[in-house]
């Protein structure tokens, strides 16, 4: 890869920009594609002591391999190289994920899930570094828009087939991480290491000042309330409506639609609103889309709420991702997304854990009422801290035009 030639900055081909959300699908994908197969697998390993408990940490070991593997990829790969990282760590994920196909004890399979975790926090904090790169500030919005959309149109691919293949064995699901394979391919064909471009005007900080470090808490707090959704829906899906693998993994699928139709809007809303508005309107959604699920008594309702809970998923990687990138500079981006990576899925090794007391204390339902009654509150603090800054910094109501003003705002 030394001897690549650095594509402009500014016109990047459209291979790189395609090869990039190719890999970003891979992420969604990860944990995505096993849910529907979750009723099957514990009953498969019924007979084992703490398989309810542990079939569901197979969908989220990988978070805390991802924790504590992010920050040391981020470090590596900015003395390495993010392309010699990326291509490692596509190579772990194909191994680890297609572990599945041939493992038959939770340990083994869990044991492959860590392996997984390692390949998916290379490529999360390379692939989305590796985007800001080889785009100007201003395109930003657009491109991390994109790639929320390749993420949720990859989750609705792995879905669907998940379902499908979970209907025939729990095995099945696994076999869809080999479609790595092929965007490893690309990634050696088509990406090379890119310059990044200079600060811009607000891209001043570390990954380490307060306001930093707030985003990865509303990462993980995001996280932490909308992963009741793949970790205990198909479970309550069955219990409203008997819900078998095949209807859950298509009523899972339509969460990440709506995650795809957020991402491919994104760069309106963008130009519209500045990140504390998007990142409210994110737990917002999470909280009136969960107390709707919770409250369900037909599929029908249930469907609805987690569609509205698939809206604030598609704000929340392109809105986070995207003020994060903007409020550090360009030499830091690596660090600072893997630390968010690694709260993000913290989030999701740790939401399993603090729901399952809540649901065998109070039943599922209540538990994604409880959920949503969390995301609401976050949503309240950051409404109401936002307009009081808004009335202490622009009481002449020039908060609107400065919201319009596009790059310069980035990191606000």
């Not at 790639?147 to 729990?170: D, E, K, P, R, T």
Request: a positive charge; glycine letters at 12%.
């Amino acid at each position: 890869m030394t001897g690549a030639t650095i594509p402009d900055v500014r016109r990047p081909p459209r291979a790189l920009l395609a090869t990039l959300l190719g890999v970003s699908t891979m992420t969604i994908m990860a944990s995505a594609t096993i849910t529907p197969a979750l009723p099957g697998m514990e009953a498969h390993f019924a007979a084992e002591p703490h398989a309810r408990l542990l079939v569901r940490l197979v969908l989220t070991l990988p978070g805390l391999a991802i924790m504590l593997a992010a920050p040391l990829l981020a470090r590596l790969s900015g003395r390495t190289g993010r392309v010699p990282v990326l291509v490692a760590c596509l190579l772990l994920y194909i191994v680890g994920g297609g572990s599945g196909l041939v493992l038959d004890s939770l340990p083994a399979l869990l044991a492959g899930r860590a392996l997984l975790g390692v390949g998916i926090a290379g490529i999360m904090t390379t692939s989305t570094a590796l985007l800001a790169d080889h785009h100007a500030p201003a395109e930003h919005g657009r491109v991390l828009g994109l790639q929320g959309a390749a993420m949720g149109f990859g989750g609705v691919v792995a879905l669907l087939l998940g379902g499908v293949l979970a209907a025939v064995s729990w095995r099945g699901p696994f076999a869809v991480y080999l479609l790595a394979v092929p965007v490893l391919v690309l990634v050696l064909r088509y990406v090379p290491e890119a310059v990044p471009s200079p600060p811009g005007p607000s891209a001043a900080e570390t990954p380490w000042t307060p306001r930093v470090l707030g985003l990865y808490a509303l990462m993980f707090l995001g996280v932490v309330v909308f992963y009741t959704v793949p970790t205990q829906a198909p479970f309550w899906l069955a219990e409203v409506g008997d819900a078998g693998p095949a209807v859950t993994g298509a009523l899972i699928a339509a969460v990440n639609l709506a995650m795809t139709l957020v991402g491919l809007n994104f760069r309106r809303l963008r130009a519209r609103w500045d990140f504390p508005v998007l990142v409210t309107a994110m737990f917002a959604a999470f909280a009136a889309g969960l107390v709707v699920l919770g409250a369900a008594g037909t599929l029908g309702v249930a469907a609805l709420g987690m569609v509205v809970v698939g809206l604030g998923i598609g704000l929340q990687n392109p809105a986070i991702n995207g003020w994060v990138v903007a409020s550090v500079v360009p030499t830091a981006r690596t660090k600072a997304l893997g630390m968010l990576t690694s709260a993000l899925f913290l989030g999701q090794f740790a939401s399993p854990l603090l729901a399952q007391p809540v649901v065998d204390a109070a039943g599922l339902g209540r538990t994604f009422v409880f959920a949503g009654v969390l995301a609401a509150a976050v949503a309240v603090v950051l409404g109401g801290t936002r307009l009081l800054r808004a009335r202490r910094r622009r009481p002449s109501g020039a908060g609107l035009s400065r919201a319009r003003r596009g790059p310069r705002t980035e990191g606000r």
